[in-house]
Each structure stands twice: as structure tokens, then as C-alpha cells.
Nanobody
Framework: QVQLVESGGGLVQAGGSLRLSCAASGPTFSSYNMAWFRQAPGKEREFVSAIGRNGGITYYADSVKGRFTISRDNTRNTVYLQMNSLKPEDTAVYYC?????????????WGQGTQVTVSS
């Protein structure tokens, strides 16, 4: 199983930006579809964004479309989530995961999460 480590979270004011990173171990990163999810206190984990193995396919939740951008660098075994125009409702723990399909199928590995807090 690939191991995933998220970073880049923090405290930011509404309207600000953050870039999350998810670093993967192992030589087969390019064979994984990758996804970002988030979980706010008292809420279920929800889909944020996903990207195909070579970065050619991307998907976004309606709530983040136009504000967030997912990308990946297979030479660095890393997937990114650029978050702009952040809103207080974006506050959550953000997780990256591998998945069999880009937006469907079983999950493989999950990271430990990184906290994003957006103040109003």
C-alpha cells in the first residue's frame, strides 16, 4: 500500500489561499487515481476533487468549482490542491486518498489529514 502524507494546511482569512500537498511513497504513484476529501466537525467526509493517473482528467465538487484546482506531479509523487477564495465553510480536515477509479470504486490508502481553518 502506498503511504500518503498531507501538508500545507493552516489558518487563513476568508478570501485567502492555501496550497495543500499530498506526498506519496513508493515508485508506482503514477498508477493511482487520486482524490481529495474533507471532513468538517460534526459532518460526514465529503468529496472535494479528483484527478486521473496522468492528470488529464479532473473533477470537482460544485462547492469548490472555480476556486480549487487539483494537479499532480508524477515526478515528485505529489498531488496538490490549490485553494483560492477560501470561505469559512471550507474549514475542515482535508485528506488525500488513492482510488481505483477517478470518482468511483474502492479506496486504497488515506493520508492522516491536514487541518484547514478559514476565519471570517
Amino acid at each position: 500500500q502506498v503511504q500518503l502524507v498531507e501538508s500545507g494546511g493552516g489558518l487563513v482569512q476568508a478570501g485567502g489561499s492555501l496550497r495543500l500537498s499530498c506526498a506519496a511513497s513508493g515508485p508506482t504513484f503514477s498508477s493511482y487515481n487520486m482524490a481529495w476529501f474533507r471532513q468538517a466537525p460534526g459532518k460526514e467526509r465529503e468529496f472535494v476533487s479528483a484527478i486521473g493517473r496522468n492528470g488529464g482528467i479532473t473533477y470537482y465538487a460544485d462547492s469548490v468549482k472555480g476556486r480549487f484546482t487539483i494537479s499532480r506531479d508524477n515526478t515528485r509523487n505529489t498531488v496538490y490542491l490549490q485553494m483560492n477564495s477560501l470561505k469559512p465553510e471550507d474549514t475542515a480536515v482535508y485528506y488525500c486518498a488513492t482510488r481505483q477509479g477517478v470518482t468511483a470504486g474502492p479506496f486504497g490508502s488515506w493520508g492522516q489529514g491536514t487541518q484547514v481553518t478559514v476565519s471570517s
